[in-house]
């Protein structure tokens, strides 16, 4: 029997007149039908974030780490259970789904220590000039208002989680949307922030259609929008309300560079295999994975030799399956986009070396060499398990391939030189390096996005709560000092 979940509307459980479905991208199968908000539903719920927000932004400090700490605890609780509904909505491989409920659990914890911490302020001395005699300046921060959180499909549990968390710890109220098809997750999150003592009215989980988020968008009292997903549409999003204060993390094409000092067999061995699969982990679908590999001409061959038989290697098949390390992307439609990638790329010159088939919602992980510049997917986000490899000669002109894209969010450099890391950290415009090893890694407690149309604005617990608040400036003056 297919579960029908209600969403929450300020704390509590309610239905709409409408549903929608949530198939597996695996086999197509019913696995849950979930009620969709009204419009007066999702009026009720902005109405009572925006009439609690003053008491919620006074809530102690220990009343809202206790309330972030009992969420990372009920998650770690029901890890198995909530990984194979992920993998059910999603079709992640269950391995990597385990692996994003361990995220979840984390970012909600560093959330609960930062809310401890939020907010020590600081004083300063204002008598270094004769006008400041007398005054002493403090600086806190305080939120900016309402937070409407817009999460993407590809992890419905911890993406999520980073828009949150965040909120919670500053005593932000929070409305958040997530994708219509991966919304069981974020329902879930929500049976577990019922068993809080948040004030009612200071979250709520509502699922609506896509062409209803505009609406969302524009209402003034959602001065806060955090937005991951297409670059697209998240510049739509940035012009249509330029007075907002919008956090924009989105796509890019990652790429990973392989130096000519990174050479022994164990070296490229390790490339390789990083490689393979994180250009493959979640069918492709993250932000991060692998697009571009970028190689000294010196290892190019040994490298393109290593790449493709570890790609062939990627176990595909049944996400449900602990051996399974690639499943089916988020749909059918959306396997039919990268195959249609692939094939204008093939059609127009490249060496197709490992993959290019398509069942279904499953694209095999594929790698194709010699891309056309003017291709497809050579200039966009593939969102899939497909990479592509490069000849170049030397540092500079690896580097000049990895800036020659319009997006900019990660790097991998894969080289034992310090000064070449430095180098890289120096000139690469993007938002993260990672040295000797893929650029798909992120640290959850650390500051994450990208710059170009990669984004604006940073996500990683500390820095959302920044970027949630503002600084405000009290002078006390007549003072003593």
Partial sequence: MTTTYAFWLAGRQETGPETLDV????????????????????????AAAYAVKDEFAATPAYQRAAALDHVAKRLAERTEEIAQLITAENGKPIKWARGEVGRAVSVFRWASEEARRFNSGEGQ?????????????????????????IAPFNFPLNLVAHKVAPAIAVGAPIILKPAPATPVSALILGEILAETDLPAGSWSVLTVPNDRMPALVQDPRLPVISFTGSDKVGYAILDS????????ELGGNAAAVVL??????????????????????????????????????????????????????????????????????????????VESWVDEAVNAGAKLLAGGKREGANYAPT??????ADVTLATEEVFGPVLSLQKVDGVDEAFAAVND??????????????????????????GGVVIGDAPSYRADQMPYGGVKDSGVGREGVAYAMADYTYERVLVLTGLAL
Avoid: M
């Fill in 367 to 372: 790698v194709v060499a010699e891309l056309p």
């Fill in 23 to 46: 198939h597996h991208p695996y086999d197509g199968r019913l696995v849950a039908k979930v009620s969709i908000a009204s419009d007066a539903q999702v009026e009720e719920a902005v």
């Fill in 260 to 337: 000519g000092d990174w050479n022994s067999e164990a070296d490229l061995d390790w490339a390789a295999t990083r490689i393979a699969t994180f250009a493959n982990y979640q069918g492709g679908q993250s932000c991060i994975s692998v697009q571009r590999v970028i190689a000294d001409a010196s290892i190019y061959d040994r490298l393109v030799e290593k790449v493709v038989e570890k790609v062939g290697a990627q176990v595909t098949g049944d996400p449900t399956d602990d051996t399974v390390d690639v499943g089916p992307l988020v749909s059918e439609d959306a396997a039919k986009r």
């Fill in 405 to 430: 894209s319009k997006f900019g969010l990660q790097t991998g450099v894969f080289t034992h030189d310090v000064q070449v890391a430095f180098r890289a950290h120096r000139e690469l415009e993007v």
């Fill in 125 to 149: 001395r204002l008598d270094t000039d004769a006008g400041g005699t007398g005054r002493l300046g403090f600086v806190r921060r305080f939120n900016r208002g309402v937070v409407l959180g």
């Fill in 241 to 248: 309300v330029p007075r907002k204060h919008v956090t924009l």
